[in-house]
C-alpha cells in the first residue's frame, strides 16, 4: 500500500535533520498519471516537529529518491500504492538513532516496502577520494571492492555502530551513508529481519590514479524466520 524511500541530500545542507515532500504526486516517464504521493503520512511526520518540508526546489532537484521513482513505477504497475519520500540530511549518530526510531512504526507495517536509495564507493580525483592499496600489485578497482565489500557486511550484519565506525576509518564516500544509518538504527530497534546483498558493480575498473569509478550494490531485507 506505501512504500517508504530514503534518500540523500546532494545539493542542501541539513545537520541533522531530515525533510519530507509537499508533493501530492509524482510524475513517471512512460506511467500517465505517475505515482501518487503519501501526503497524509508526510504531513503525519512533518507535524511530529522532527522532519520538515522540503521546498518545491529542493526537491525536484534531488536525484536520490526521483530516481527510484520509474521502479517503483513498473514493479507496482497496476497497483495503487502511495510513495512517501524522506530526504535524510547530514546526520550525527544520535540523530540516526532518533530518526530510526521515528521511522520504526513504518518498518513494522506489513503494508509498507521501504526503499533506501544509495550507492556505494565514488573513486577518482573528482571525487577528492584517491586511496590507493598497501600492496603495489592489487589493482586498484580490486582495493575499491574489497573496501565496499567489508561496509557491505556490516550492513548485512545490521550493525549499525560498526557501519558508523567503518565510515569514520575509511571515509568512503557513500552518497546514502546516513539513509542507510537510519535503516541500520531501525533494524537495531526492530530485529528479526534478515539483509542479503544481491548484486555489485562498479562503473569502470580503476588501474591508475587517471581513472575514476562509481560503485553500485543492491540489497533486500525480509523478516527472519
Known amino acids: 500500500d506505501r512504500v517508504l524511500v530514503l534518500g540523500p541530500s546532494h545539493h542542501v545542507y541539513l545537520p541533522d535533520r531530515c525533510c519530507v515532500s509537499r508533493a501530492h504526486a509524482l510524475e513517471v516517464p512512460g506511467t500517465p498519471g505517475g505515482l501518487r504521493a503519501d501526503a497524509p ?5 512533518a507535524e511530529s516537529g ?22 517503483l513505477a513498473e514493479v ?3 497497483r495503487d500504492v502511495a510513495v512517501l519520500c524522506v530526504m535524510v540530511g547530514s546526520l550525527s549518530v544520535e540523530a540516526e538513532r532518533k530518526y530510526g526510531r521515528a521511522l520504526l512504526p513504518f518498518l513494522q507495517d506489513p503494508r509498507t516496502l521501504l526503499v533506501v536509495s544509495s550507492d556505494f564507493c ?5 571525487f577528492r577520494y ?3 592499496p598497501a600492496d603495489a600489485q592489487q589493482p586498484i578497482w580490486a582495493f575499491i571492492e574489497g573496501m565496499d565489500r ?3 557486511r556490516l550492513v548485512e550484519d545490521a550493525d549499525p555502530d560498526g557501519f558508523a565506525g567503518y565510515l569514520q576509518r575509511t571515509s568512503n564516500t557513500i552518497c546514502g551513508r546516513h539513509p542507510i544509518g537510519v535503516f541500520l538504527r531501525a533494524v537495531e530497534a526492530l530485529g ?3 539483509i542479503d546483498f544481491v548484486q555489485y558493480k562498479q562503473s569502470s575498473r580503476v588501474t591508475s590514479r587517471a581513472d575514476s569509478s562509481v560503485s553500485y550494490a543492491s540489497a533486500h531485507a525480509r523478516a527472519s524466520a
Open 130 to 132: 584517491t586511496p590507493t
Open 150 to 152: 567489508e561496509g557491505m
Open 50 to 71: 522532527l522532519f520538515s518540508w522540503m521546498d518545491m526546489q529542493t526537491d525536484q532537484d534531488e536525484h536520490s529518491i526521483e530516481m527510484q521513482l520509474p521502479y
Open 122 to 126: 565514488h573513486w577518482g580525483a573528482r
Open 41 to 45: 503520512a508526510a504531513a503525519h511526520l
Open 192 to 194: 528479526a529481519l534478515k
Open 76 to 78: 507496482f504497475r497496476g
